[in-house]
T-cell receptor, first 114, second 114 residues
Framework: NAGVTQTPKFRVLKTGQSMTLLCAQD?????MYWYRQDPGMGLRLIHY???????AKGEVPDGYNVSRLKKQNFLLGLESAAPSQTSVYFC?????????????FGSGTRLTVV | AQSVTQPDIHITVSEGASLELRCNYS??????LFWYVQSPGQGLQLLLK??????LVQGIKGFEAEFKRSQSSFNLRKPSVHWSDAAEYFC????????????FGGGTRVLVKP
């Protein structure tokens, strides 16, 4: 009963380095999302996917790329990390067209860019 | 575009006292509305949701929320707070369209005094 699993849980990057955050869900959910959480700003949507092979931009997509090659995985990439990308990143998924079941969230990845 | 405002950044309440967290939303149609709770270092857990019908909805952990269309509000309440309710609470509005994107408020951090 894993739900949504995010790896890694913590990471420190130097400015300019790249990395990929992995989100895996075992619930056969169609819709997947990447959010970033910053103090006082709640969660802001970076990118999302409405199905395998599809991605779309959210509210704050700049500096990030995503891929959904398999239904169960949603990858978030940072090509050249910047200190402004220091944040906690959450992946979420849902299974209904209307989203009325709410989201299932992962436990987050805390990223620090120095 | 939808938006959510949580006017209270912090609330301190005594154990056993009642709690009310405010949420105001902006959305052009009837929204999906959610409350999530986040314990320290954890992901978000769904407390309750509203999408139609009875405007008073019951959730887990003894929480309830009331949808008031005339006030564009969806306030969360609990009659008697327990120390384990100390956490951050997020209100979210969902878009009834492809993508099911949730927009979150900035969060309210609840501190429970013994």
């Amino acid at each position: 009963n894993a739900g949504v699993t995010q790896t890694p849980k913590f990471r420190v990057l130097k400015t300019g380095q790249s990395m990929t955050l992995l989100c895996a869900q075992d619930m056969n959910h169609e819709y997947m999302y990447w959010y970033r959480q910053d103090p006082g700003m709640g969660l802001r949507l970076i990118h999302y996917s409405v199905g395998e092979g599809t991605t779309a931009k959210g509210e704050v997509p700049d500096g990030y790329n995503v891929s959904r090659l398999k239904k169960q995985n949603f990858l978030l990439g940072l090509e050249s990390a910047a200190p402004s990308q220091t944040s906690v990143y959450f992946c979420a998924s849902t299974n209904t067209l209307q989203g009325d079941n709410g989201y299932t969230f992962g436990s987050g990845t805390r990223l620090t860019v120095v | 575009a939808q938006s959510v405002t949580q006017p209270d950044i912090h609330i301190t309440v005594s154990e056993g006292a009642s709690l009310e967290l405010r949420c105001n939303y902006s959305y052009g149609a009837t929204p999906y509305l959610f409350w999530y709770v986040q314990s320290p270092g954890q992901g978000l857990q769904l407390l309750l949701k509203y999408f139609s019908g009875d405007t008073l909805v019951q959730g887990i952990k003894g929480f309830e929320a009331e949808f008031k269309r005339s006030q564009s509000s969806f306030n969360l309440r609990k009659p008697s707070v327990h120390w384990s309710d100390a956490a951050e609470y997020f209100c979210a509005v969902g878009a009834r369209a492809a993508g099911n994107k949730l927009t979150f408020g900035g969060g309210t951090r609840v501190l429970v005094k013994p």
